[in-house]
């Protein structure tokens, strides 16, 4: 081995133990960054902490907290959305290799034709048939912490998809408890619909035999007869609405349509709400709602691309470096001195480059601005959203209180009206009347109940599942 040669390797193996060491070190550092940013593992359990499920205990209830934690297991909504936060996790570790030495080997067949009145001497007795082994080293030497903030710009947007995954999880699981309580007034309603179904097709009988007798008009009996098929249209549009919600929380748990009627549930008079609501809600729980959180990791990220793009008008720094083995001299494959190599270093610098990187610099800036745009409008939409659920859960539990007073006293009425009836005093049309009445309000009831328990889960999300 030559002298020269003996120099050029010594240079060149002293350039690769640098880069080597520099990935030794730049790996080791971002093992301790992925270390401390580690993705909690992936479970139920731990997902069980996005939606506060101890919470969900407030309600007397027995199926609705298992149907959230179903959800919560089986959704498939809820799989993609931590699909996509796995997505997002992986894109780090795309960028990271960017800030890494990049080591290659190609496998390289030569074949040469030669002229005829050409002499061998000429060609130093190349072979007609030969073969390359190179080796490659390439490394951008990130002097400017160029790609270290693609890297931290990219987990940014991670942690967002995170936030992003949550607010999935916390709405997945409102619309779970929603659809639960309609079924629940869906079922209370029918059952005062048959209730009243029989009212109104004992006043159709009664009328009908008043008709046989003399003692009431045709007309009479056709408002009759339109009441009577008009209830029956009532509760089958109720039976259809409870069918299409059974489907669509059995969608929501994981479940097929199919087994949507063999789906347990409570009812609506033992369902209550039994925690303390607060009378208003700390400016801290608002602003640590998921979506929030997730514009702020945004802006941050949209801040770091800014900077990446000033840095992009500076050089680039690289190193490459190449060592192969061949057969095309004479010496042995392995031989050094047969070997070829060279190393490249330097810095490259883009002179005309047709306005892209001040184009792509603005794109950048307008981005953020947008960004912070769209954060300031969540901010305003949360504060918003926590108080028109505060007020409606104040205005709504009043109307609830209101409509349960005019029930109590429509069941003290209907009593005096059953006395006036055991004694005579009144005929059965006017006591099956004021059983019309009651279960109007008993329906009213139903439904002022349930606004007043939807508008909990309102400001459940509202606040992003702390409360």
Request: with cysteine; aromatic share 12%.
């Amino acid at each position: 081995m030559n002298i020269k040669m003996t120099v050029f390797l010594k240079k060149f193996f002293t350039v690769f133990i640098i880069l080597w060491m520099v990935f030794l070190n730049t790996l080791v550092s971002e093992a301790f960054w992925f270390k401390s940013r580690k993705t909690p593992k992936d479970t139920s359990a731990y997902k069980l902490n996005y939606i506060n499920i101890d919470w969900w205990q407030n309600f007397n209830d027995p199926y609705l907290q298992g149907y959230i934690v179903q959800a919560v297991k089986n959704n498939q909504d809820l799989r993609i959305a931590t699909l996509k936060v796995e997505e997002y996790r992986q894109y780090i570790k795309q960028q990271f290799g960017y800030e890494l030495p990049a080591l290659g080997v190609g496998a390289n067949y030569l074949g040469l034709k030669t002229p005829d009145d050409v002499s061998q001497e000429s060609l130093l007795n190349f072979s007609s048939s030969s073969y390359a082994l190179p080796f490659t080293a390439q490394y951008e030497a990130d002097l400017l912490l160029k790609n270290r903030d693609k890297t931290k710009s990219t987990s940014v947007l991670y942690r967002a998809q995170r936030f992003q995954e949550k607010a999935a999880y916390i709405a997945i699981c409102t619309d779970v408890a929603t659809v639960y309580i309609n079924i629940l007034k869906s079922d209370k309603l029918i059952e005062l619909q048959e209730e009243l179904i029989a009212v109104r097709k004992d006043e159709l009988l009664r009328i009908e035999k008043r008709h046989a007798r003399g003692l009431a008009t045709a007309m009479q009996v056709n408002t009759y007869r339109q009441n009577y098929q008009t209830a029956q249209n009532d509760l089958d549009s109720l039976l259809k609405n409870r069918d299409t919600m059974l489907n669509q929380l059995a969608v929501l748990i994981g479940e097929p349509p199919s087994c949507s009627q063999c789906l347990k549930k409570g009812t609506l008079d033992c369902f209550e709400f039994c925690g303390v609501l607060p009378e208003c809600v700390p400016s801290d729980v608002i602003f640590s709602r998921p979506d929030v959180l997730a514009f702020e990791e945004q802006l941050k990220g949209a801040k770091i691309d800014i900077r990446v793009a000033r840095k992009e008008f500076f050089p680039r720094f690289n190193i490459y470096g190449v060592l192969g083995f061949n057969t095309i001299a004479p010496d042995p494959f392995w031989s050094w001195d047969g070997s070829f190599a060279f190393l490249l270093a330097g810095a490259t610098q883009d002179i005309f480059y047709g306005g892209r990187k001040i184009a792509n610099l603005r794109i950048k800036q307008n981005k953020y601005n947008q960004i912070f745009e769209q954060y300031k409008q969540t901010n305003l939409k949360a504060v918003q959203e926590v108080n028109d659920s505060l007020y409606a859960i104040k205005y709504d539990t009043d109307v609830d209180e209101t409509t349960f007073d005019k029930l109590e006293l429509q069941k003290v009425n209907f009593c005096h009206f059953c006395k006036k009836y055991n004694q005579g005093v009144i005929s059965c049309p006017d006591l099956l009347a004021e059983k019309e009445k009651l279960l109007s309000l008993q329906m009213e009831k139903t439904d002022s109940k349930t606004s007043r328990l939807i508008n909990y889960l309102s400001l459940y999300k509202a606040a992003g599942g702390k409360l």
